[in-house]
Structure formats: C-alpha cells, structure tokens
C-alpha cells in the first residue's frame, strides 16, 4: 500500500515568507509525527497527534512553527516568517496508534521535505 | 531528558564483512525502546531493527543483530555479510515507554567498499 507522502519535496524561501508543509499519512493511522532534521543531525521530534488532537507540542521551536491535523488525516507544519535557521529536512511519521509501554507501533516516515531559507 | 550518543561519524566496511556500529543512551526510566534506523540519500527513514528494554535476548533481523547491555546503556548494531546496499547514515533512536517521541543520536555514516 502507499506509504507516507510529503510535499514538497524541495521548498525555497526567502526570509521572512511563511511557508506550509503537508503530510500525508498512512491511511488508518492515528499518530502523526512531525521532525525536523538539521544538515548532518539526527532528526529532532517537533510535534505529534492523536487523530485532530494535538497531544504534544514541546518540540517546535518557537511560536513561529504551527502544525495542525483538523480532520485526523493530512497534516500541515506551518512557518511564518522564516529564518535562516530553519532550513532544514521536515519529516513526517505516521503510526497505527500509539498506546504507551506495552505496545510497540511502528512509526513510518515520510521522504521529507528540504526547507532552504535565503 | 534522555539523550543518546553515536561516537562514530564515520565507518567503512569491505563488501561481506562484519561491522559494528555503537551508541550509548541516558535515561532513568525502566521501560522503553530502542531503535536502528537507516536513512539512504532518498532521505527516507527505514526501521531496520528494535529492542524492548524489558527483553533480555538481543534482537536479530537476518543479518542484522543488536548487542544490549542494559546496565552499561549500550546498543550496539552488528551487521553481517556487509552489502554495498547497506552503505547509508544510521542513527540509533530511544523511545520511552510513558512518551510517543523518539529522540535520536546524530548518526554514523557507513561506508561498504569493494
């Protein structure tokens, strides 16, 4: 079946252009999870939904970054008024649930999208 | 927080060789996971293999197997009969079991030579 799907691949912006992000989960998965991955970094955990409910949001980095999931499906990590530090891969992750310790889901990722602030 | 460290920017390994990649993680919990994951240029993170901090017998995927050590908090992934399909980053991720995120180290790059 489909995997997880992202676009844009590539996204070029200019500082101080909002940009959005969208994922496309696996269909049936309930968690949703967005990373961002610096140049030569392992990815960084930024948020995360349990259907349209935005269960944790300690990862975004500043009140700039806004991701919603209105209807439980798609995704969209929004950017308003980029800077240079945010160039970077945006992933996404979906997995079928997410229960806590005793059950493991796997989480599937996306191809990403390369954000490149100028 | 947890935190979790790769040492190794950078391996190389001849074709059909073994190679050892290492990580190390912090944590004070009892229950969680640990993850190896591979990401090829395309960017695309694939699960190679996972270990529940619960089980004592180390995890194995065909030719790829974990070294555990609980106590020493140590996860090291050997990979067997290298392949040039293998050569990629790795990174070794950390979840707990009371969390949805995974927190990852910041990866060893593996090369697979002739």
């Known amino acids: 079946g489909a995997g997880v799907s992202q676009s844009p691949r590539y996204k070029v912006a200019k500082r101080g252009q909002d940009v959005a992000l969208r994922c496309d989960p696996i269909?049936?998965?309930?968690?949703l999870f967005w990373y961002q991955q610096a140049l030569g970094q392992g990815p960084e955990f930024l948020t995360y939904?349990?259907?349209?409910?935005?269960?944790?949001k300690s990862g975004l980095p500043s009140d700039r970054f806004f991701a919603e999931r209105p209807e439980g499906s798609v995704s969209t990590l929004k950017i308003q008024r980029t800077q240079q530090e945010d160039s970077a891969v945006y992933l996404c992750a979906s997995s079928l649930r997410e229960i806590g310790a005793l059950v493991y889901y796997e989480q599937y990722f996306g191809p990403g999208t390369r954000l490149t602030v100028t | 927080a947890q935190t979790v460290t790769q040492s190794q920017p950078e391996m190389s390994v001849q074709e059909a060789e073994t190679v050892t990649l290492s990580c190390t993680y912090d944590?004070?919990?009892?229950?969680?996971?640990l993850f190896w994951y591979k990401q090829p240029p395309s960017r695309q993170m694939i699960l190679v293999i996972r270990q529940e901090a619960y089980k004592q017998q180390n995890a194995t995927e065909n030719r790829f197997s974990v070294n555990f050590q609980k106590a020493a908090k140590s996860f090291s992934l050997k990979i067997s009969d290298s392949q040039l399909g293998d050569a990629a980053m790795y990174f070794c991720a950390y979840k707990s079991g009371t969390a949805s995120k995974l927190t990852f180290g910041t990866g060893t790059r593996l090369q697979v030579t002739l």
């Open positions: 939904f349990q259907n349209e409910a935005q269960l944790d």
């Open positions: 944590t004070s919990e009892s229950d969680y996971y």
């Open positions: 269909s049936g998965h309930v968690s």
